[in-house]
Nanobody
Framework: VQLQASGGGLVQPGGSLRLSCAPS????????IGWFRQAPGKEREGVSC????????YYAASVKDRFTVSRDNAKNVVYLQMNSLVSEDTAVYYC????????????????????WGQGTLVTVSS
């Protein structure tokens, strides 16, 4: 499974960006999609996750109520809408996937995701 993450860029504090994640070679409706990020000098952390049907979503406490994960299985894409961005959101954002269903206790465990995209850089700065 190959993943393509896109949509990163430079945005001012308080602004918004929408990231996209699209797999190739497989229908997305079979996949759990996770979003992770890694800021300079910091460990990779889980940001959000969405189940194959979209019925279950999970968020890190630091992004809850600002970020929204969604999926359009007909278009074979998952989105991460990021609003009210702050400088602490600056990082390389990765989407990752697994064919397994993940629960609230392990969605942010990067070892649960065998397939990863290449990352897209989000910079929040004035």
């Amino acid at each position: 499974v190959q993943l393509q993450a896109s949509g990163g860029g430079l945005v001012q504090p308080g602004g918004s960006l929408r990231l996209s994640c699209a797999p190739s070679g497989i229908a997305i409706n079979y996949l759990t999609i996770g979003w992770f990020r890694q800021a300079p000098g910091k460990e990779r952390e889980g940001v959000s996750c969405i189940s194959p049907s979209g019925g279950s979503t999970y968020y890190a406490a630091s992004v809850k109520d600002r970020f929204t994960v969604s999926r359009d299985n007909a278009k074979n894409v998952v989105y991460l809408q990021m609003n009210s961005l702050v400088s602490e959101d600056t990082a390389v954002y990765y989407c990752a996937t697994t064919r397994s269903f993940l629960h609230g206790t392990d969605w942010d465990n990067s070892r649960k995701y065998p397939y990863w995209g290449q990352g897209t850089l989000v910079t929040v700065s004035s």
